[in-house]
């Protein structure tokens, strides 16, 4: 099971200048109305084939709407030997900048 973050925890990474990796697992349409900065956008039905986009060296946050699809994302990336923490309750609890 993939680590559990907080949208707090993210945006205080953020604010402090860490470098923060996030895949947001949204279809086109969600993400359109706004994203957090910098993240990376990978429908999570399109997530095993575009694997190659990601760095296997890199740590990952995953990021849906309310929190289901991604941690179904963090299922898959993590059988496919990928660092990933869950960022619980999506979007609906970001609270930080948007894109």
């Known amino acids: 099971m993939a680590k559990e973050v907080t949208p707090k925890e993210v945006a205080g990474r953020l604010q402090n200048g ?10 086109n349409s969600e993400v359109a109305e706004g994203k957090i900065p910098g993240a990376k956008h990978i429908p999570l039905g399109q997530l095993a084939i575009r694997k190659e986009e990601l760095d296997p060296d890199k740590s990952y946050v995953v990021v849906c709407r309310s929190g289901n699809r991604s941690k179904a994302a ?14 619980l309750g999506g979007m609906q609890q970001w609270e930080g900048e948007l894109e």
């Not at 860490?18 to 279809?27: A, F, G, L, P």
């Not at 963090?74 to 960022?87: F, H, K, P, S, T």
């Open 74 to 87: 963090c299922g898959i990336l993590g059988a496919l030997g990928y660092q990933v923490e869950d960022m």
């Open 18 to 27: 860490e470098e923060v990796y996030v895949i947001d697992v949204r279809e």
